[in-house]
């Protein structure tokens, strides 16, 4: 990891509260790759649709790929009241999830267990979004960013939904299957 040693200024004469400005920068590096990764899950979830069995699990993911574009479009309106851009970045994390997905997938195809496969890949995803979800928030709320508070918790409820969701219909999946 680059640890730039850059010396950020606190005007020690303004009492007015300050930011701590390396949080704030971490803050929108955080922002910045959480925008790579629900970019590549908008590319990725299509394929997820595709190779889903079960109409209710197609259905759900069908929703949740909507919302994960308003989540997309959520993180630039975050970063444009605060005044700032997000820079292009990759998240690791995301691609590595989506690439053990897509092998997941590879290897479950034509099997009956495919949709249970694609359960455990996205409820993977989901973890990892709200882990980081969670952590931007308490950020935002520590340094007083209550437009971004506001907007980061409206898209972690829907990551919490989609993966109750998950948990829901894997439930089913495995009852039917029972029968
Ligand atoms: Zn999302
Ligand atoms: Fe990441
Ligand atoms: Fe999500």
């Known amino acids: 990891m680059k640890n730039s040693n850059k010396q950020y200024q606190k005007s020690s004469n303004d009492d007015s509260e300050s930011v701590d400005s390396d949080l704030h920068q971490l803050f929108l590096d955080e922002l910045s790759d ?15 649709i595709e190779a889903a069995q079960s109409e209710e699990l197609k259905t759900a993911i069908e929703s949740h790929l909507k919302e994960t574009q308003e989540h997309v479009t959520r993180l630039e309106e975050i970063a444009e009241e605060l005044g700032e851009s997000l820079d292009s970045r990759t998240c690791a994390a995301m691609e590595g999830l989506i690439k053990e997905a897509s092998e997941l997938l590879a290897e479950q195809k034509g099997k009956s267990s495919i949709d249970a496969a694609i359960i455990a890949a996205g409820q993977k995803v989901e973890h990892y979004e709200i882990a980081s979800y969670g ?25 919490n939904a989609a993966d109750e969701k998950l948990t829901e219909i894997a439930e089913s999946v495995a009852n039917n299957d029972a029968e």
């Open 34 to 48: 959480l925008y790579s990764a629900e970019k590549q899950l908008t590319k990725a979830l299509p394929k997820m």
């Open 135 to 159: 952590t931007v928030r308490a950020w935002a709320e520590q340094m007083g960013y209550d437009d971004a508070v506001e907007l980061i918790q409206s898209t972690l409820d829907e990551e």
